[in-house]
């Protein structure tokens, strides 16, 4: 029997920075977007507020670019061209501006809600535009107002998911982790 012997190191006490990277790229590299589903989760909910629904997508979270998704509204041709007030009108006469949030279990605003449909901050992005519109109506369609809701809930995953990729992130959840390495960066 032999024992043997390794100096285990906390980040903060790694001495050389080639050491320091070594254990971000090892994060880094053995890391996927965690929050994924709540953003998915938060689209599905949003659209079946506004009773329309993801049909197909590809999210590339690197490349807001790279993704790819398609909507059925479960309207008519019609519907999805409204504009302006008329939008506004049916958004209103359909109960759209009101949700029964199960977290409550109260009929609220969605105008004055926080995060209505999950209970997650993507349930925001979501529903920015959509309450810009209801302040002021515009040339938008309802078709658009879903579409540009649905992206910009995508984009918000997609810069949450750079955040964590980043030095200064990973260095963060290292050390609340309390990870421990070897000299030379590898993970012990």
């Known amino acids: 029997m032999r024992t043997i012997r390794t100096k285990v190191y906390q980040f903060s006490e790694l001495k050389s920075q080639q050491a320091k990277d070594a254990a ?7 890391n996927e977007y965690h929050h994924s589903d709540e953003v998915i989760k938060t689209i599905k909910e949003g659209l079946l507020h506004f009773g329309a629904e993801l049909k197909n997508y590809s999210i590339d979270w690197d490349n807001i670019n790279g993704c790819d998704f398609s909507i059925d509204l479960g309207v008519s041709e019609e519907v999805e061209e409204l504009t302006s007030v008329r939008l506004w009108k049916y958004l209103h006469n359909n109960n759209l501006f009101t949700y029964y949030n199960k977290y409550n279990k109260k009929t609220e605003n969605l105008l004055e809600g926080s995060c209505p449909f999950t209970g ?8 920015d535009n959509i309450r810009q519109f209801v302040k002021k109506p515009d040339t938008t369609t309802f078709k658009e107002l879903l579409t540009d809701a649905v992206y910009n809930a995508i984009n918000a995953g997609c810069k949450d998911w750079e ?8 260095i963060e959840t290292i ?14």
């Open 175 to 188: 050390e609340a982790n309390e990870y421990e390495f070897k000299a030379d960066g590898t993970r012990f």
């Open 120 to 127: 997650v901050c993507f349930d925001e992005d979501f529903l």
């Open 163 to 170: 955040y964590q990729q980043s030095d200064e992130a990973i």
């Open 24 to 30: 971000i790229e090892w994060f880094r590299s053995d």
